[in-house]
């Protein structure tokens, strides 16, 4: 397994941890086709339940320009295909330099940036009701 796939794996069994202790019920590693034809794999899915619509989690352990900007179209290229009510999570690796304008970028989506570091403070929003 090459070193950068072997860090994302780690990333993402750091979150299903999380995931796990704080009872955040969740779909891992699923597929969508967006309006592009394009199938895109999305990290974990949160489904939607009384207080929040459907969430897609995509987990950035190199929180870079081009990880946010594809990361971004996946969501927006997907949400267009799709009839159900849904937002977007970036779970980002704040272990790692996160790129300038990502956090802003995401918001000016309406995409809910979450810093590794300060994922307590997301408990709630990340759950079902």
Request: hydrophobic share 40%; proline share 5%.
């Amino acid at each position: 397994v090459p070193s950068k796939q072997k860090d994302n794996t780690i990333f993402l069994d750091d979150i299903t941890a999380f995931f796990k202790a704080n009872n955040i019920f969740y779909i891992p590693d699923t597929q969508f086709q967006g309006k592009s034809g394009y199938i895109h794999k999305v990290d974990f899915v949160i489904p939607g339940g009384s207080k929040f619509p459907e969430r897609f989690v995509y987990a950035l352990n190199s929180p870079k320009i081009n990880t946010v900007k594809s990361s971004i179209f996946m969501w927006s290229d997907i949400q267009q295909n799709r009839p159900v009510e849904n937002k977007m999570v970036a779970i980002l690796n704040d272990n790692r330099k996160i790129a300038n304008g990502a956090l802003e970028a995401f918001i000016n989506y309406d995409a809910i940036p979450i810093c590794w570091s300060k994922r307590n403070s997301s408990i709630d929003s990340l759950r079902i009701a």
